[in-house]
């Protein structure tokens, strides 16, 4: 699909260089959210006013964040945006999750855990449907593989505990920690999140695998069993 372009006024262009000059004054936060998205899509397509469009996709996916985890289909549904703008849109989110994965991955994960949990929420908080994912961790607690275990409906991912366990033992696992998200919004586990855990916990002690936690992230924020005792 290709991007459509709309003649920029004078106005338009004096205002697009307003905002670069408070980015380059006063960093980002000197934006609104809509005039990142804006400045974003015109670097994409030069010719437009983005300022419609870039308020258009905030309020279809609730926010930057829902934004950045939209996926390419989805986005490409919004009038107006072509492959060109998605594409900008998604190595934005791309380079930030290649950052915040950077930090978890250079230092023990429980030495890191904002970091951590930065990174999750970054790539999980506003998924459309429920993902499972595992965190492999080896004996001094280092990142060795976050593997997608599969995706779910709206409101459930299954989590097989004799998969997990096996793909542990298979990659030579000390540890592991469970993540996945609620699309609904809130962290707050489930009575099926809690037996799942249990049972995956038990599995794992009988060969000296450890269930560090079970991490639930939501847009709302994210919940711990381990921290809340349930594990």
Known sequence: MADRDVAVSHDGVGHRARLRQKLAESGGEALHDHELIEYLLALAIPRRDTKPLAKALLR?????????????QAIAR????????IAAVKIVHATL????????????????????????????????????????????????????????????????TREVIRRAIDLGSSALILVHNHPSGSPEPSRQDIEITRQIAEAGK??????????????????????MGLL
């Open 97 to 160: 999750l290649r950052m915040l994965r950077s930090e978890v991955a250079q230092r023990p994960v429980l030495a890191s855990w904002q970091a951590l949990l930065d990174y999750l929420r970054a790539d999980m908080a506003y998924l459309p449907v429920e993902r499972v994912r595992v965190l492999h961790l080896n004996s001094r607690n280092m990142l060795i593989r976050d593997e997608h275990m599969g995706d779910g409906s709206i409101d459930q991912a299954a989590i097989y």
């Open 78 to 85: 919004v009038p107006g945006m072509g492959d060109t703008s």
């Open 60 to 72: 279809e996916f609730g926010g930057i964040g829902g934004l950045m985890t939209a996926d390419w």
């Open 206 to 227: 009988r060969l000296n695998i450890a269930v560090h936690d079970h991490i639930i992230i939501g847009s709302q924020g994210h919940s711990s069993l381990r921290a």
